[in-house]
């Protein structure tokens, strides 16, 4: 065989049968499987070794694996090919026609021979004296298809059936079959003339551009403009995202194959795996005397023709018999090794759900993309916790909601706080504004219904709880309640509610009579209170009065605002410390021994994004400096460096004084890092995406479906009895903010 051939190998699939070891990130290709170097190391290898080596090898693979692509091609030479970089999948069909315009470019009418980049093959000669059997057809401007013997009733590969007689070098191709079922791959492989469809195809470029001109065109004429514009430098072909994401997604086998016509067969003369399987990795690895192939820290005992392999801790199995059992540092898979082939159904249902296992492979350095975690976000709130908290949350005998859930989803019968009652109104409020087609307003109403009738106070302010019977049992009008109340009704009323507005007059009105310090110096817990203050309690006053602002536009909600940012600038915020107190004389002094040095992350970060909030209203742009300096304390000395998450509370040293990590102060952080992200610091989007990534790690995935784990010991571990209705509120508030952050991202990043 004396004529060129280009070769082209394509480095474009995930593998998800091999998942959890395969992901999007560092797919099969990537991965040594055998022991002989990744699968696109020994396939460049192989075709380096055809025309004495100097023949040119193209690869093409995705921009996002460019740097391991250049990892694989260090020091070997590709004898005039190069990478050619696909800016996003567009599937074989666009990649096929892509490396039939190299070739007519650069090598004129040639042979090209196209390979995937994952499969196992024998030897290089018995390789390459198959495709020279190949090369006479290809000549003739037939296209070439290589086929394999099966050896048994695959179900896993697509089949050829194929003409001729036994011992031909050449067939003809009758009909390329999908994967069948095990009955239907039984009578292929007793028919004797079906073929694995390997996906290694030979031909003429000028035949590959004739068949999509006249087949599909709109692909080729897509992947021409697409190339025609490409840029290239040392490390390869860029091609450019606005014209090659236009290109139709299409296999090369619906594309082409399946219609041309005079295609030809090419039985392998050499043996071929595509290491598509757990069974199949374990069919060719090097076995120990028990029948098993054993990679990594794994103990077996009494265990036989099993698939063990771990990518990190201590992996001990005890009496198991063929079965497979991969486990990695974020995930496990177990399956008897004849169902192996059936990951790729988990594989989908983590999909479904947004579950980022299926495509990123855990690492401390790793930068997650901008909206990472879109898909699971929206899969959890909008088909996971709305549902659930929109019906099992509700009472709808004594009306309300319910103040906790247990994590079968039942009701606890616990006394019902003004607070709760107000945060469920809210976050439905919000999850309507977001989008949400659940019976929102019907919610809202009954929420709003059942603390106008049950909660208010004789003075016209609101209880601070409500027994299940529906009578008070709390009749404290309590500034932090009062708070919350304004909260929802703020957002009820942008939602529609028509009682809102006249309910939040009412409860301004109860706060200018009863709450506010004649003194001036901010608001009383309750009315007539002396002794111990909060800055808390203000804190969340601020956040409804800015609230009422963006609804209203009334200025009078910023004046009320900023005579807490004064209290916060005068007494709350140390600059030396950069920290919030919590807890204060009545003159506004840090309280004596342990509560005055009390502070709390979660409350850095909520304060952080008020300031923000506050700053972006008025013009007040050193409030976004003091900002910064709360989120990097908490961040500096407020988080259990085992878990990522805040602690309850620390010193104003940076001692902590409460470990356990709650879920609201991780809701508190992502949305502080949202509202300093673009603020005229540091880009936080990456640490967005790791803090949004931590809340999932320990607080909802652990959890059943719709649920959250609330507490977190500082070694990681659960301590919650219950589902706390009231954190509701910061999920649903930071995860929305969260989709709106990060709207217009590449949804397959999310």
């Known amino acids: 065989m004396t004529e060129k051939i280009v070769s082209f190998v394509m480095s474009g699939g995930v593998g998800s049968r091999l998942w959890p ?48 692509l250049r990892a694989d091609l260090a020091g070997m030479d590709l004898s005039g090919g190069r990478p050619i970089f696909e800016p996003v999948g567009r599937n074989t069909a666009a990649a096929v ?89 039984e009578t292929y492989l007793a028919a004797g003339n079906f073929f694995w469809n390997t996906g290694i195809f030979l031909f003429r470029a000028s035949a590959m551009r004739d068949a999509f001109l006249k087949y599909e065109p709109d692909i080729w004429a897509g992947a021409e403009r697409a190339f025609a514009a490409a840029s290239s430098d040392l490390s390869g072909l860029y091609l450019p995202l606005d014209l090659y994401e236009h290109v139709p997604a299409i296999s090369v086998d619906y594309a082409i194959m399946e219609r041309a016509e005079r295609i030809a067969m090419v039985p392998a003369g050499f043996r071929w795996n595509d290491l598509g399987s757990w069974q199949s990795l374990l069919d060719v690895g090097a076995s120990d005397e028990n029948g098993n192939v054993v990679i990594g820290d794994v103990v077996a005992f009494d265990t036989t023709h099993s698939y063990l392999r771990s990518e990190g ?37 983590l999909e479904q759900s947004g579950r980022l296992e299926t495509r990123f492979t855990p690492s401390s350095d790793r930068v997650l993309v901008v909206g ?65 087609d659940g019976p929102a307003d019907r919610i809202i109403a009954h929420g709003i219904d059942f603390i106008a009738a049950r909660g208010r106070s004789e003075n016209g302010g609101w209880v601070r709880a409500i027994g299940v019977d529906g009578a008070v049992v709390d009749s404290v009008e309590d500034a932090y309640d009062h708070a919350c109340v304004l909260l929802a009704l703020a957002h009820a009323h942008m939602s529609g509610n028509k009682a809102a507005r006249a309910l939040g007059a ?51 909600h910023l004046r009320r605002a900023s005579r807490i940012i004064d209290l ?67 961040v500096a000395n407020g988080l259990n460096r085992a878990t990522g998450l805040a602690y309850g509370a620390v010193s104003r040293s940076g001692m902590p004084l409460d470990q356990l990590s709650r879920s609201w102060p991780q809701a508190e952080a992502i949305k502080a890092a949202m509202a300093l992200d673009g603020a005229g610091g540091p880009d936080l989007k990456p640490e967005i995406e790791a803090r949004v990534g931590r809340l999932f790690r320990w607080h909802i995935d652990p959890a059943p479906t719709g649920l959250w784990i609330d507490r977190v010991d500082e070694k990681g571990r659960s301590v919650a009895r219950e589902v706390p209705a009231s954190i509701f509120y910061h999920l649903v508030f930071a995860l929305t903010r969260y989709l709106d952050k990060t709207d217009g991202a590449d949804e397959a990043a999310g």
């Open 372 to 436: 990472a975690h879109r898909r699971r976000v929206c899969h959890w709130l909008f088909e996971e916790t709305l549902p659930l908290w929109a019906t099992a949350g509700v009472d709808e005998v004594g009306g309300g909601f319910h103040e906790a859930l247990d994590f079968a989803g039942r009701p606890l019968g616990k006394p019902k706080r003004m607070r709760t009652m107000a945060r469920q109104i809210y976050a439905f409020a919000v999850a309507k504004a977001r989008g949400w």
């Open 97 to 185: 026609a892509v490396a039939a315009l190299q070739t007519l470019a650069e090598h004129g009418d040639a042979l090209v021979l196209v390979v995937p980049s994952d499969h196992a093959i024998t030897t290089d000669s018995q390789f390459w004296a198959t495709v020279a059997a190949g090369a006479k057809p290809a000549r003739e401007g037939r296209l070439v298809v290589f086929g394999i013997r099966p050896g048994q009733p695959e179900t896993g590969y697509g089949y050829i059936e194929a003409a001729g007689e036994e011992g031909d070098q050449v067939r003809d191709v009758l009909r390329f079959v999908e994967k069948p079922d095990l009955a239907t791959a």
């Open 313 to 349: 801790r201590l992996l001990s199995v005890i009496g198991m018999r063929d079965v497979a059992i991969v486990a990695t540092q974020d995930a496990t898979f177990v399956a008897p090794v004849a169902q192996s082939q059936n990951v790729k159904k988990i594989v989908e249902r």
């Open 506 to 556: 009412e409860t301004f009105a109860f706060i200018d009579a009863h709450l506010e310090d004649e003194r001036l110096t901010g608001f009383l817990e309750f009315p007539g209170g002396n002794g111990m203050r909060r800055s808390n309690p203000h804190m969340h006053l601020l956040e409804a009065f800015l609230a009422w602002y963006d609804v209203t536009g009334e200025r009078v």
């Open 21 to 68: 070891l395969s992901r999007e990130d560092n797919p099969k290709q990537f991965h040594d499987l055998s022991g002989a170097g990744s699968m696109l190391a020994q396939t460049l290898r192989r075709l380096k070794a055809g025309g004495d080596g100097g023949w040119p090898v193209y690869l093409i693979g995705s921009e996002r694996h460019a740097e391991r």
């Open 568 to 634: 916060f600038r005068s007494r709350f915020f140390d600059p030396d410390s950069w920290t919030v107190g919590e807890f204060f004389d009545d003159d506004f002094t840090p309280a004596a021994g342990e509560k005055g040095q009390w502070t709390e992350p979660g409350h850095h970060f909520e304060w952080a994004s008020l300031l923000v909030d506050f700053a972006d209203k008025t013009g007040q742009g050193d409030l976004v400096g003091i900002a910064r300096k709360l989120y990097a304390s908490a």
